[in-house]
């Protein structure tokens, strides 16, 4: 079964600066999808980012970056210029086939002001 | 309305009680999922209805009983609950079950079970 780690139950950075959230997963899919999901304190669960498998190159949404190293089955994401309004548990998750997300435990990120 | 929506958002009840949870989507999505989420634990996926059909029950105990009369609308209906069962209820719709498709949430329902 597909499974994904967050190594990280927390984290925090300092406004403007620039943090790296981890993730790593476990499959035999070649084909698959990467998710990273923001829920803030209200709790309505937005996607971030995506990342389809088969292409090389890492997504970027303005602010948020991924790392993506397929064979080391790691999924990263980078948010620069951290703002206070990016405060929020960070979800990583995975998706193939017809399966839907399995998620990890989650990175609740903390931004100081 | 736009997005998903669900009521009530905050919930109280007894374990002899019975009380449903509602979830509608107003994005003409056709894939339908509830999860349950407790505090330092992973999301469990608890049911998927594609096109009203439903396509993956995780082993849930049958004191959650769902029903999806139509694609816009869920439903979990709960009798006979465990205190264990007090969590965060989410709910989710994408356009379809397939891997590649964006899953929109709900703001979910903070059940608590005396």
């Known amino acids: 079964a597909q499974t994904v780690t967050q190594s990280q139950p927390e984290m925090s950075v300092q406004e403007a600066e620039t943090v790296t959230l981890s993730c790593t997963y476990d499959t035999s899919e070649s084909d698959y999808y990467l998710f990273w999901y923001k829920q803030p304190p209200s709790r309505q669960m937005i996607l971030v980012i995506r990342?389809?498998?088969?292409?090389?190159q890492n997504a970027t949404e303005n602010r948020f970056s991924v790392n993506f190293q397929k064979a080391a089955k790691s999924f990263s994401l980078k948010i620069s210029d951290s703002q206070l309004g990016d405060a929020a548990m960070y979800f990583c998750?995975?998706?193939?086939?017809?399966?839907?997300?399995?998620f990890g435990k989650g990175t609740r990120l903390s931004v100081i002001a | 309305e736009t997005g998903v929506t669900q009521t009530p958002r905050h919930l109280v009840m007894g374990m002899t009680n019975k009380k449903s949870l509602k979830c509608e989507q107003h994005?003409?999505?056709?894939?339908m999922y509830w999860y349950k989420q407790s505090a330092k634990k992973p999301l469990e996926l608890m049911f998927v209805y594609n096109f009203k059909e439903q396509t993956e029950n995780n082993s849930v105990p049958s004191r959650f009983s769902p029903e999806c009369p139509n694609s816009s609308h869920l439903f979990l209906h709960l009798h006979t609950l465990q205190p264990e069962d007090s969590a965060l209820y989410l709910c989710?719709?994408?356009?379809?079950?397939?891997?590649?498709?964006?899953?929109?949430f709900g703001p979910g329902t903070r059940l608590t079970v005396t």
């Open positions: 990342q389809e498998a088969y292409k090389q």
């Open positions: 989710a719709s994408s356009q379809i079950l397939a891997s590649s498709y964006e899953q929109y």
């Open positions: 998750a995975y998706s193939s086939g017809n399966t839907p997300l399995v």
């Open positions: 994005l003409g999505h056709n894939a």
